[in-house]
């Protein structure tokens, strides 16, 4: 009699356990996908969350090519620059920090910048903003000049960020990664 308490007691302990372990990580599954951010995004959503610790890091990490900061800041101010970013995506938890260092050493108006973040699976937003628009693979640095695209860095640059961007807003025949004509 003792040994059939003994074992219900241990199935009941059991039980419960594993209850609570299942839903541990459900939450923690939820709460992974509530990480990502999707749609409009601002720069101070870096700020929050998981965001921040990449964030940061690789802000303060990225050495500037100041010379090329230098030949960037009087031709970018007449620019527009959609970024279309995966906050799931190492290569834009990588470059897009650097981007936006670069932007403020640049003096870049922040409201000349449109950030939205996108999707794993098909680099969608909910709202379509990267329709037509040939984003493939993220991140997405889209150049704009009265009202035409310039050019764009796509996952990662080819030379630098800086030497890419100057490339790119002197017009001087830049291939993305991705450009294979």
Same mark, same amino acid.
């Given at each position: 009699m003792k040994s059939i308490i003994i074992y219900l007691l241990?199935?009941?302990t059991l039980l419960y356990k594993t209850n609570i372990n299942a839903q541990e990580n459900?939450?923690?599954t939820s709460e992974e996908v509530a990480t990502?951010?999707?749609?409009?995004i601002q720069r101070s959503d870096f700020q929050k969350g998981p965001f921040s610790k990449w964030f940061y890091k690789n802000y303060h990490e990225y050495a500037l090519d100041v010379e090329m900061v230098k030949r960037i800041r009087p031709i970018i101010k007449d620019?527009? =620059?959609k970024l279309f970013i995966g906050t799931w995506c #190492?290569? *834009?938890q990588e470059h897009v920090p650097a =981007?936006?260092?670069i932007l403020d050493a640049v003096k870049f108006e922040e409201n000349n910048i449109s950030l939205y973040g996108v #999707?794993?699976?098909?680099k969608s937003t909910p709202e379509g903003y990267e329709k037509g628009l040939s984003v493939y693979n993220v991140p *997405?640095? =889209?150049f704009y000049k009265d009202g035409k695209e310039i050019n764009r860095i796509v996952e990662a640059p080819i030379v630098s960020l800086e030497e890419d961007m100057l490339n790119i807003l002197t017009e001087n025949n830049y291939k993305h990664t991705y450009d294979f004509n």
């Open positions: 241990f199935g009941i459900k939450k923690n990502d951010l999707i749609g409009i620019v527009k =620059i #190492t290569d *834009s =981007i936006f260092k #999707t794993e699976y098909d *997405s640095l =889209i």
